[in-house]
């Protein structure tokens, strides 16, 4: 029992460590920037679930609130979580707890972790127009238009890619007794 939860607690500096350099993968479009970040988010929801995947996220944000370089665009500092794009940042945590959760209420099977990262997504979205809204002062019809609208199609993307990937390597953890199914289902 005691080794498990180090091991799951070891699970999750590591997939703060993935999400920062997932962070760091950005494909630089005409409007948008499309950044590794979400996808990292999906994966670690997927693969360790709502309690250790939002462990996973605080990491990540406490990191980057102290100044490491961890956010997108080698940023860090309280000034980018006080800042137009915080909300997301915050909202990964609600995200992974949130699709951790749905999978665990139902199971982790590729439907379900389609599902709930979608819902994951729609969740990150609303979080970042949110904050988008307050600080930019703008009406939420346009926080939407430019917090969550240009998104969703990518977000879709990287929400089925990221429960391709995850449930593979859930299972292979599993598989590989890395992390047992029982500690999973009785958290």
Same mark, same amino acid.
């Given at each position: 029992m005691r080794n498990e939860r180090l091991r799951w607690l070891l699970l999750s500096a590591i997939f703060a *460590?993935?999400?920062?350099?997932?962070?760091?993968?950005?494909i630089p479009l005409p409007l948008? %920037?499309?950044t590794g970040q979400t996808l990292a988010?999906?994966?670690t929801a997927t693969i360790l679930g709502s309690r250790y *995947?939002?462990?996973a996220m605080i990491i990540y944000t406490l990191l980057g609130a102290v100044g490491l %370089?961890?956010?997108a665009g080698a940023s860090g500092g309280l000034q980018v979580l006080v800042g137009k794009t915080g909300g997301y940042i915050f909202g990964f945590i609600l995200t992974v707890y949130a699709t951790g959760l749905i999978l665990e209420k139902t199971s982790f099977t590729l439907k379900n972790a389609i599902i709930a990262n979608i819902v994951g997504m729609l969740i990150n979205l609303l979080?970042?127009?949110?904050?988008l809204k307050y600080v930019m002062d703008i009406p939420w019809d346009k926080a939407i238009a430019f917090g969550a609208t240009?998104?969703?199609v990518v977000g879709v993307i990287k929400a089925v890619l990221a429960s391709l990937i995850g449930i593979k390597v859930r299972e292979r953890l599993i598989?590989?007794?890395l992390i047992r199914i029982e500690e999973t289902l009785s958290r």
């Open positions: *460590g993935i999400m920062a350099v997932l962070s760091q993968l950005t948008i %920037p499309i988010v999906g994966l *995947g939002t462990l %370089p961890v956010f979080c970042g127009s949110i904050q240009p998104f969703l598989a590989n007794r």
